[in-house]
């Protein structure tokens, strides 16, 4: 190098860039608080309001909230014995139709999207029910347990109505109520007081699992056969079930409600789009092809002009030819009008849950 010479730098060295930009936490936490609030708006809509109003107190009052409070406690050691022996290996996944009639439901309730935990295939799975619910407090875990064996071989309504059930149970914060029945049955002591303790809270909730399945179902008939038929509450350790024949009258009067009534609605213009979008279109039909003619030649369809009625006075002379037109067809009824048609001799919410509190006899 030549004496005096600048020597050319470069560009400074660095290391390579490891720090990412901070996830944007505020609106992560938004976004939760507007999933909150829609499941809270969508489960309004259809459970039972006594219920709900028992659920809050139950995790917010000073004697509620410490005796719910162990199921969080509890939680790890529960799922530590059920992991292998009762429970699969969360990485094997369940059938996929499952998985997509729970996110339909899902959707469809506004519910959360549970951890999908599936049983062992033995003895131990006639001691569970086909679906569970089970999670902690503040809904901080949201599980449900299902057997997809016996599930997939239900009919569809059934299995429908179930799932919408246990997806209510998590919207409608029992998951905990079931949890400590559970906890109290694998630990041999308790389970008559726990269940005693906390009937008042489970036969209330049962009330607004059985709308969840209806909404999923979309027919009281269907509805009606499903419930009858997993009405026998065989397991052991599952909460007290309110009676069939408290819980027929109120399903049925919960058919006639607003919300179903707007259900039937949307349900029914869903499927016209749906057909009308896979009716197939007749602007691309072949037009038929036309015969040439001759030149001087009268095509074989052409009016004869010689039969044609003269025209006095700008009129015709054949009496029928201003015969009546018929009447266009009424125009169908707008969106509002048939939504406020169907609304009209429906129930309130208010009007359902009180019917349903004065048969219980809770006033």
Not at 140 to 158: C, F, G, I, K, N
Not at 277 to 297: D, K, L, M, S, W
Not at 323 to 345: V, Y
Request: net charge neutral; charged share 20%; aromatic share 4%.
């Amino acid at each position: 190098m030549a004496p005096g010479a600048v020597r050319a730098l470069g560009p400074p060295a660095t290391l390579p860039s490891v720090v990412q930009v901070a996830t944007d936490v505020p609106a992560l936490l938004h976004r939760r608080e507007v999933v909150a609030y829609e499941q809270r708006l969508a489960r309004v809509s259809y459970a039972y309001g006594v219920d709900l109003r028992r659920s809050a107190w139950l995790s917010t009052s000073t004697l509620g909230d410490p005796l719910i409070r162990s199921v969080d406690r509890s939680w790890n050691e529960l799922v530590a014995e059920l992991s292998g022996s009762i429970l699969q290996d969360p990485a094997r996944a369940a059938p996929v139709p499952l998985m997509e009639e729970i996110a339909r439901l899902a959707h469809m309730l506004r519910a959360p999207l549970p951890g999908l935990r599936q049983l062992v295939r033995s003895s131990h799975a006639l001691q569970w029910p086909l679906v569970a619910a089970l999670g902690t407090t503040r809904a901080a875990v949201q599980w449900l347990v299902v057997d997809s064996e016996r599930l997939m071989a239900l009919p569809a309504h059934e299995r429908t109505f179930l799932l919408a059930g246990a997806l209510a149970d998590l919207q409608c914060d029992h998951a905990p109520v079931i949890t400590a029945h559970l906890l109290a049955y694998r630990s041999d002591r308790g389970l008559g007081l726990v269940r005693t303790l906390l009937s008042p809270w489970a036969k209330v909730g049962m009330f607004s699992c059985d709308r969840a399945g209806l909404i999923g179902v979309g027919d009281l008939q269907l509805a009606m056969s499903a419930m009858r038929a997993h009405a026998d509450n065989t397991v052991p350790w599952l909460p007290t079930r309110a009676p069939l024949d408290m819980r027929e009258p109120a399903l049925a009067d919960f058919d006639r409600s607003t919300t179903m009534a707007r259900l039937r609605v949307l349900l029914r213009r869903q499927a016209e789009s749906n057909a009308a979008a896979e009716a197939p279109t007749v602007a691309g039909a072949p037009r038929p092809a036309q015969t040439q003619t001759p030149e001087g030649e009268t095509p074989p369809d052409a009016p004869d002009e010689s039969d044609a009625p003269t025209r006095e006075g700008g009129e015709s002379s054949d009496p029928y030819r201003h015969e009546a037109k018929p009447q266009s067809a009424a125009p169908p009824p707008s969106d509002d009008e048939e939504l406020a048609r169907a609304l009209a001799g429906a129930w309130s919410l208010a009007r359902c849950d009180a019917r349903l509190t004065r048969r219980l006899g809770l006033l």
